[in-house]
């Protein structure tokens, strides 16, 4: 999986979590301090999302970071 590919995936995991908690973009932006476009570039996979700023999107949906990773199949070694 190339890095683009593993961004639109970890994106469409944290806009699926969002969404499962019934929250708006705008919604996790207020929480998180965040402008709303820099969250849709991250969950649309335009925008690497930092450490930091992923813990608090975890933390603003009440969840564990480990839920973003759930549908992103890595390869074995």
């Known amino acids: 999986m190339d890095d683009k590919e593993f961004l639109k995936l970890l994106g469409k ?3 699926d979590a969002r ?6 973009q705008v919604d ?4 998180v301090n965040m402008d709303k476009p820099n969250l849709s570039a991250i969950e649309n996979g335009r ?3 930092t450490s930091l700023t ?11 970071i480990e839920v ?3 549908g992103i199949d890595r390869p074995r070694s």
Request: aromatic share 6%; charged share 30%; hydrophobic share 45%.
């Open 13 to 15: 995991e944290i806009s």
């Open 19 to 24: 969404k499962s908690k019934q929250m708006s």
């Open 28 to 31: 996790v932006c207020s929480i």
């Open 47 to 49: 925008q690497n999302v």
């Open 54 to 64: 992923l813990k608090k999107i975890a933390d603003a949906l009440d969840v564990k």
């Open 68 to 70: 973003f990773f759930k």
